[in-house]
């Protein structure tokens, strides 16, 4: 399956401000944000794309342009790469890639069967198989509530229990028919394990901690005026890219003395922008994709 990049030129305007500016792409995937870039900016320009997942990486690795380099690493670890105030846009699109669910063997699919993975990058970390292992009943349920709003989650977790202990749970239908099986509703509009699924990337990837990481580094090597474009696929990314620039959450706690506060301000430029109907129709992936943009000031 081919990963169409997703409110592509509405992004791109945005971003764009400066046709020989510096850019990061923070999430490569297949590099249709960054070949779109690339297309725009000028020789004397750069743009740096991240991408945590070794296959992306050796996909950005086969573009030869002067003014690109890919780096195989987490976007939140900006600011070992990038000095304060230095750049001029950056982008997230946040989540996974359509290639991810391409065949089992990277284990993100309760479709194909494969390893129980789900690791962006799987030279670190551990493998889903290996965490469902030895978590205790509470912290697969709270994982289930946390990140997939799964109501189901105590009866999920406590047939996972049930199965762990007579058979090790190695492969994604293995765990795909764990949930199903004991799922109440039998008729629903999308797959039982659909929110599991979600949440179990989310906890093995630790995706929203270091998308708030990644924030705060971003503001940082933002220049004066530069642009943050990020585009979220639910709510517990777009509740932290929300939150982070609210003016609010810059009321830091009373015990640090205001003085030693960097004061990082940014106006919401584009709230809230969404696919068009025909972009839906031409990629289904785009209708929970939210776009918002801000400038710093
Ligand atoms: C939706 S895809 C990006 C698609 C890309 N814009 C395109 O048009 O081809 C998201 C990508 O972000 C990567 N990713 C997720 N979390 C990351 C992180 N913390 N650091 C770097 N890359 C990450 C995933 O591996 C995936 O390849």
Same mark, same amino acid.
């Given at each position: 399956?081919?990963?169409?990049p997703?409110l592509l030129?509405?992004?791109?305007?945005?971003?764009?401000?400066?046709?020989?500016g !510096?850019?990061? @792409?923070?999430?490569?995937?297949?590099?249709?944000? +960054?070949?779109a870039?690339? #297309?725009k900016?000028?020789? %004397?320009?750069?743009l740096?794309?991240f991408? !945590? @997942?070794?296959?992306?990486? %050796?996909?950005a #690795?086969?573009?030869t342009?002067?003014n690109f380099? =890919?780096? /195989? %690493?987490?976007f939140n670890?900006?600011? @070992? +790469?990038?000095?304060k105030e #230095? $750049?001029?846009?950056?982008?997230y699109?946040l989540?996974?890639c359509? +290639?991810?669910?391409d065949?089992?063997?990277?284990?993100f699919?309760?479709l194909?069967?494969g390893?129980?993975?789900?690791r962006?990058?799987t030279?670190?970390?551990?493998?889903?198989?290996?965490?469902?292992?030895k978590?205790?009943q509470?912290?697969?349920?709270?994982v289930?509530y946390?990140?997939?709003d799964?109501?189901?989650a105590?009866?999920?977790s406590?047939?996972i229990?049930?199965?762990?202990s007579?058979?090790e749970?190695k492969s994604t239908?293995?765990?795909?028919?764990?949930?199903?099986d $004991?799922?109440?509703? !039998?008729r629903?509009?999308?797959?039982? =394990? +659909?929110?599991?699924?979600? =949440?179990?990337?989310? /906890?093995?990837n630790?995706?929203?901690?270091?998308?708030?990481?990644s924030l705060?580094q971003?503001? %940082?090597?933002?220049?004066? *005026?530069? $642009?943050i474009?990020?585009i979220s696929?639910?709510?517990?990314?777009d509740?932290i890219?929300?939150?982070?620039?609210k003016?609010?959450?810059?009321?830091?706690?009373?015990?640090i003395?205001? *003085?030693? $506060?960097?004061?990082?301000?940014?106006e919401?430029?584009?709230?809230?922008i969404?696919?068009?109907?025909?972009?839906? =129709?031409?990629?289904k992936r785009?209708?929970?994709?939210?776009?918002?943009?801000?400038?710093?000031?």
């Amino acid at each position: 399956m081919l990963h169409f990049p997703v409110l592509l030129e509405e992004s791109l305007d945005f971003l764009i401000q400066k046709k020989d500016g !510096k850019y990061v @792409d923070c999430t490569y995937g297949r590099g249709g944000h +960054t070949q779109a870039i690339l #297309s725009k900016i000028d020789i %004397n320009a750069h743009l740096t794309s991240f991408d !945590k @997942d070794l296959e992306a990486f %050796n996909h950005a #690795s086969l573009i030869t342009n002067k003014n690109f380099n =890919a780096v /195989h %690493n987490s976007f939140n670890k900006l600011e @070992d +790469t990038f000095p304060k105030e #230095s $750049i001029d846009g950056i982008l997230y699109d946040l989540g996974t890639c359509s +290639t991810h669910f391409d065949e089992g063997d990277r284990g993100f699919s309760f479709l194909h069967d494969g390893p129980l993975d789900m690791r962006f990058n799987t030279t670190k970390g551990e493998p889903l198989s290996l965490w469902i292992k030895k978590a205790s009943q509470k912290e697969i349920m709270d994982v289930l509530y946390e990140y997939g709003d799964e109501k189901h989650a105590k009866i999920i977790s406590r047939n996972i229990l049930d199965h762990r202990s007579k058979n090790e749970i190695k492969s994604t239908i293995q765990l795909a028919n764990i949930i199903e099986d $004991i799922y109440p509703e !039998k008729r629903k509009k999308i797959h039982p =394990a +659909t929110k599991s699924f979600q =949440a179990f990337r989310i /906890h093995i990837n630790n995706e929203l901690d270091e998308l708030k990481q990644s924030l705060d580094q971003a503001s %940082n090597i933002l220049v004066k *005026n530069g $642009i943050i474009v990020v585009i979220s696929f639910h709510s517990l990314e777009d509740n932290i890219v929300k939150e982070f620039f609210k003016p609010s959450i810059r009321n830091f706690p009373k015990d640090i003395p205001l *003085n030693t $506060i960097e004061e990082k301000d940014f106006e919401c430029i584009a709230k809230k922008i969404r696919p068009t109907d025909n972009e839906i =129709a031409l990629n289904k992936r785009s209708r929970s994709a939210i776009m918002r943009v801000f400038k710093k000031i």
